[in-house]
């Protein structure tokens, strides 16, 4: 830094720039979250302008400016700056009230880091932010600039392209998490001084959407293939066509569900040890691009379910409706989650059956009811067991307590065995006699249940269960040569006429 910087004040922006998100979107996110009806309603004060719906969006929900990803090498040198006496100002669209938690968490940081007792000088000498009347963007951000700074030289922070245009009223610019053709602009219109985190290039942001789609969850979607396979129709390519789209249907439906939690759930995430690494929480993609994609998928979904048929597209619907309501409101209330999740196991199977014209009967229904309830029960019971290794007493974003531990377990396991119950009671009908070549084959897919199920509460008590207990059961080495053992006895049990 020249011996003359130290008199230039340095203005700069806080979405894309100081934070690695837009808080506009967070805020319509966190709005979402808190109440999903005003969230959507709030969208009426744009006939007011964008100052007005961001001061709208920011009272509806409670946005957790503290756990937002930062640009912490830009934050290093701004604190270099500061310390050799430069004055530093926010500058920002985004509402008042945000920025200037924005400009306290960034001097509370500072504070956890330095690790000592003594007072530390805050990061920014001045906020300049919209104040629900004016959007500070823009035009009218220079104009903030300008009237803040008088006729006094100034140097700019920013990352968009509406930021070209104060680049070039600036002495200098510094040009943070922008994408290539604004940092060309920023050379063209100005002197760049520094560059910071430039944007990924697209291939890394197509990895990041990959894992925020989480195909790996996708395996849980081969539940709508169970009724071709248990009404005995794999060998019909029409049905077997029509539940291959079901299938790519419903992964296409989940993944936008998937991406809908993620944006409700940030705040919560960020607090997380692993769930901080998904990329709406580390930054990595932006929110506004999740809330698109997440229509993108829901779009295509729907199409595909409309090849497949009227009744099918019912499914779909209820599926994503169920899971809007578990992100919105139902996976905070204690037991209403569990249900909810094993509903959206069993529409799975339900949404199978409509793909291939089957009606789903009685046994495998209530089979899946309470099959469904155990493995969300372990996935409960995973998070909780989790919570106390770190010796925290409530499970974030969740209704639970680590003390309700002993009777979720309890629960969960009187439902595992609920569902074997139901299947030994299945296996003695003459329905089963008169479709199964080798109907006592079922009773060893009894005991191998029995284990299976057994291995994951074990599994989930040692705190070894992963977030999602049928992926578990496909990583885990054992419970993979289990569940392929089920495969073969069931296909014995249907193909094979055995002499005993």
């Given at each position: 830094?020249?011996?003359?910087?130290?008199?230039?004040?340095?203005?700069?922006?806080?979405?894309?720039?100081?934070?690695?998100?837009?808080?506009?979107?967070?805020?319509?996110?966190?709005?979402?979250?808190?109440?999903?009806?005003?969230?959507?309603?709030?969208?009426?004060?744009?006939?007011?302008?964008?100052?007005?719906?961001?001061?709208?969006?920011?009272?509806?929900?409670?946005?957790?400016?503290?756990?937002?990803?930062?640009?912490?090498?830009?934050?290093?040198?701004?604190?270099?700056?500061?310390?050799?006496?430069?004055?530093?100002?926010?500058?920002?669209?985004?509402?008042?009230?945000?920025?200037?938690?924005?400009?306290?968490?960034?001097?509370?940081?500072?504070?956890?880091?330095?690790?000592?007792?003594?007072?530390?000088?805050?990061?920014?000498?001045?906020?300049?932010?919209?104040?629900?009347?004016?959007?500070?963007?823009?035009?009218?951000?220079?104009?903030?600039?300008?009237?803040?700074?008088?006729?006094?030289?100034?140097?700019?922070?920013?990352?968009?392209?509406?930021?070209v245009a104060i680049f070039a009223q600036a002495r200098r610019a510094i040009v943070v998490g922008a994408s290539p053709r604004?940092?060309?602009?920023?050379?063209?219109?100005?002197?760049?001084?520094?560059?910071?985190?430039?944007?990924?290039?697209?291939?890394a942001r197509a990895r990041a959407f990959l894992r925020a789609m989480r195909p790996h969850q996708w395996l849980k979607n081969?539940?709508?293939?169970?009724?071709?396979?248990?009404?005995?129709?794999?060998?019909?390519?029409?049905?077997?066509?029509?539940?291959?789209?079901?299938?790519?249907?419903?992964?296409?439906?989940?993944?936008?569900?998937?991406?809908?939690?993620?944006?409700?759930?940030?705040?919560?995430?960020?607090?997380?040890?692993?769930?901080?690494l998904r990329p709406f929480a580390a930054g990595e993609l932006s929110v506004r691009s999740g809330f698109a994609a997440a229509?993108?998928?829901?779009?295509?979904?729907?199409?595909?379910?409309?090849?497949?048929?009227?009744?099918?597209?019912?499914?779909?619907?209820?599926?994503?409706?169920?899971?809007?309501?578990?992100?919105?409101?139902?996976?905070?209330?204690?037991?209403?989650?569990?249900?909810?999740?094993?509903?959206?196991?069993?529409?799975?199977?339900?949404?199978?059956?409509?793909?291939?014209?089957?009606?789903?009967?009685?046994?495998?229904?209530?089979?899946?009811?309470?099959?469904?309830?155990?493995?969300?029960?372990?996935?409960?019971?995973?998070?909780?067991?989790?919570?106390?290794?770190?010796?925290?007493?409530?499970?974030?974003?969740?209704?639970?307590?680590?003390?309700?531990?002993?009777?979720?377990?309890?629960?969960?396991?009187?439902?595992?065995?609920?569902?074997?119950?139901?299947?030994?009671?299945?296996?003695?009908?003459?329905?089963?006699?008169?479709?199964?070549?080798?109907?006592?084959?079922?009773?060893?897919?009894?005991?191998?249940?029995?284990?299976?199920?057994?291995?994951?509460?074990?599994?989930?008590?040692?705190?070894?269960?992963?977030?999602?207990?049928?992926?578990?059961?496909?990583?885990?080495?054992?419970?993979?040569?289990?569940?392929?053992?089920?495969?073969?006895?069931?296909?014995?049990?249907?193909?094979?006429?055995?002499?005993?």
């Open positions: 830094m020249n011996g003359d910087d130290r008199s230039i004040p340095l203005y700069v922006d806080l979405d894309g720039c100081l934070l690695r998100t837009d808080t506009l979107w967070e805020s319509f996110a966190a709005a979402l979250r808190a109440n999903p009806f005003a969230g959507l309603l709030a969208l009426f004060a744009l006939l007011q302008g964008r100052a007005a719906l961001k001061r709208r969006l920011a009272a509806i929900g409670q946005t957790d400016v503290a756990t937002m990803p930062r640009n912490e090498r830009f934050v290093g040198w701004l604190r270099g700056q500061r310390a050799r006496g430069r004055r530093v100002v926010l500058a920002t669209a985004a509402d008042a009230a945000l920025a200037a938690e924005a400009a306290q968490a960034a001097q509370d940081a500072e504070a956890v880091e330095t690790a000592r007792g003594d007072p530390v000088d805050p990061l920014f000498d001045a906020v300049l932010a919209s104040d629900g009347r004016r959007n500070l963007k823009g035009p009218n951000k220079l104009a903030a600039i300008r009237e803040h700074a008088g006729d006094a030289p100034f140097d700019y922070c920013g990352n968009g392209p509406e930021d604004v940092l060309a602009a920023a050379r063209r219109e100005s002197t760049v001084l520094e560059v910071f985190d430039a944007r990924p290039p697209w291939p081969l539940l709508v293939l169970v009724p071709l396979l248990t009404s005995f129709r794999v060998d019909e390519m029409p049905a077997l066509l029509d539940a291959a789209l079901a299938f790519v249907s419903f992964s296409l439906a989940a993944s936008s569900g998937y991406l809908l939690n993620d944006l409700l759930d940030l705040s919560a995430d960020r607090r997380h040890p692993r769930k901080r229509a993108l998928l829901f779009v295509v979904s729907i199409a595909i379910a409309f090849a497949v048929g009227n009744t099918f597209i019912g499914w779909v619907l209820a599926y994503l409706v169920m899971t809007g309501a578990y992100s919105g409101f139902a996976k905070r209330i204690a037991l209403l989650d569990v249900a909810a999740l094993a509903g959206l196991y069993t529409v799975r199977v339900l949404a199978g059956g409509a793909a291939i014209g089957v009606e789903v009967s009685f046994w495998l229904l209530a089979f899946s009811v309470f099959l469904f309830f155990s493995l969300a029960l372990v996935k409960r019971c995973g998070e909780i067991v989790a919570q106390l290794e770190r010796d925290e007493a409530t499970v974030g974003g969740r209704g639970y307590r680590v003390g309700d531990l002993p009777v979720l377990q309890a629960l969960g396991i009187a439902a595992s065995f609920a569902a074997l119950v139901v299947l030994a009671l299945y296996v003695q009908t003459s329905e089963v006699t008169e479709r199964y070549a080798s109907p006592q084959l079922l009773w060893l897919m009894l005991v191998g249940l029995l284990i299976l199920l057994g291995r994951m509460w074990l599994s989930t008590a040692r705190g070894e269960m992963h977030d999602d207990p049928l992926v578990h059961a496909i990583e885990d080495r054992a419970s993979r040569w289990i569940v392929g053992a089920l495969l073969v006895l069931f296909a014995a049990a249907a193909t094979l006429r055995l002499p005993f």
